[in-house]
């Protein structure tokens, strides 16, 4: 079965950087903005300490690069750096297909060569 995903993510995947505990992975994966009706997603929401990013970012990625014990570590993609907010594995029977995450940008704007596969 993962077999066909990375298939699918080789073809039509964008070429991204999942960084944790100071390794660095380079891979394939889905990335765009989770898109949600009726609301003003992209905008920036004013905060005690200022204004934030509230926009968030699919991630659906291969079987074999687990999104776990993330801490200080990123998906960097184009230049750009997302956080993990919540990510799990997609299992069918005892397989795990691929991981979804639900990434957020950060604070930090975009930056050359920042991520660049």
């Known amino acids: 079965m993962s077999g066909a995903w990375n298939w699918i993510l080789g073809r039509y995947g964008q ?4 960084v944790q505990d100071g390794r660095q992975t380079a891979c394939m994966a889905f990335l765009q903005p989770a898109l949600e009706t009726g609301t003003d997603w992209f905008q920036n ?4 300490l200022g204004e934030t ?3 968030r970012w699919l991630y659906l990625g291969p ?3 687990a999104l776990t014990d993330f801490k200080d ?7 750009f750096r ?4 919540a990510a ?10 691929y991981w ?3 990434l957020a940008p950060r604070a930090r704007e975009k930056t050359e060569g920042d991520g660049e596969t």
């Open 15 to 18: 070429s991204v950087t999942v």
């Open 45 to 48: 929401l004013p905060t005690p």
């Open 53 to 55: 990013r509230r926009d």
């Open 63 to 65: 079987a074999d690069v």
């Open 73 to 79: 570590g990123y998906v960097a993609w184009a230049g």
């Open 82 to 85: 997302f956080d993990l907010r």
């Open 88 to 97: 799990q594995p997609v299992c069918v029977g005892d397989e795990t297909v």
């Open 100 to 102: 979804w995450a639900l």
